[in-house]
T-cell receptor, first 109, second 113 residues
Framework: GQQVQQSPTSLVLQEGENAELQCNFS?????MQWFYQRPGGSLISVFY???GTKQSGRLTSTTVIKERRSSLHISSSQITDSGTYLC???????????FGTGTRLQVLP | DMKVTQMPRYLIKRMGENVLLECGQD?????MYWYRQDPGLGLQLIYI?????SNSEGDIPKGYRVSRKKREHFSLILDSAKTNQTSVYFC???WGQGQDTQYFGPGTRLLVL
């Protein structure tokens, strides 16, 4: 079954609203990474966060290994935040990285 | 400047033709990856390379092969391309074996007619 589940699959916000993106994984992990992808674009690493909380500007990532989940919080969203956010889990069993199918975020003016 | 490059960026081939996708990185990363991305399926790992001539199948290796003769270059080869190999292909690299930040190339859009 799917090892990495992302929710929601899509999200529409008004500019200035906050967003909470979730990533749940079914197996034990040893790494967690969040990526941002603009339509038709490449993947840009947003956070490498295997555990705990990291913040960068308006973005905060929290990974709780015991609960097998990671979240990405976007505060005061901007139109330029629109795109797809993917989480990727590194499995401690296989040494491979498994990607979620992403959350498509659209921020409206 | 840390960079992963891919060539070509766009490619149209006919079914049965051979396809060569090239990837380069300037960070001396040991590990390199080839993924394909399809709507609704996310990124799927095709092959992973741990160093020169040290390659391992990913989750969907069938119909693909790879070559890594230099640490900075990793090639993906489709012998006799099929229409279901139409996709966007991404190359990535990282220091370690999956536990480190991955850096992605810009992608190659392949259309197999």
């Amino acid at each position: 079954g799917q090892q990495v589940q992302q929710s929601p699959t899509s999200l529409v916000l008004q500019e200035g609203e906050n967003a909470e993106l979730q990533c749940n994984f079914s197996t034990s992990l040893n790494s967690m990474q969040w990526f941002y992808q603009r339509p038709g674009g490449s993947l840009i690493s947003v956070f490498y966060n295997p555990s705990g909380t990291k913040q960068s500007g308006r973005l905060t990532s929290t990974t709780v290994i015991k609960e097998r989940r990671s979240s990405l919080h976007i505060s005061s969203s901007q139109i330029t935040d629109s795109g797809t956010y993917l989480c990727a889990m590194g499995s401690s069993n296989t040494n491979k990285v498994v990607f979620g199918t992403g959350t498509r975020l659209q921020v409206l003016p | 400047d840390m960079k992963v490059t891919q060539m070509p960026r766009y490619l149209i081939k006919r079914m049965g033709e051979n396809v060569l996708l090239e990837c380069g990185q300037d960070m001396s990363h040991e590990t390199m990856y080839w993924y394909r991305q399809d709507p609704g399926l996310g990124l799927q790992l095709i092959y992973i390379s741990y160093d020169v001539d040290s390659n391992s199948e990913g989750d969907i290796p069938k119909g693909y092969r790879v070559s890594r003769k230099k640490r900075e270059h990793f090639s993906l080869i489709l012998d006799s391309a099929k229409t279901n190999q139409t996709s966007v292909y991404f190359c990535a690299s990282s220091w370690g074996q999956g536990q480190d930040t991955q850096y992605f190339g810009p992608g190659t859009r392949l259309l197999v007619l």
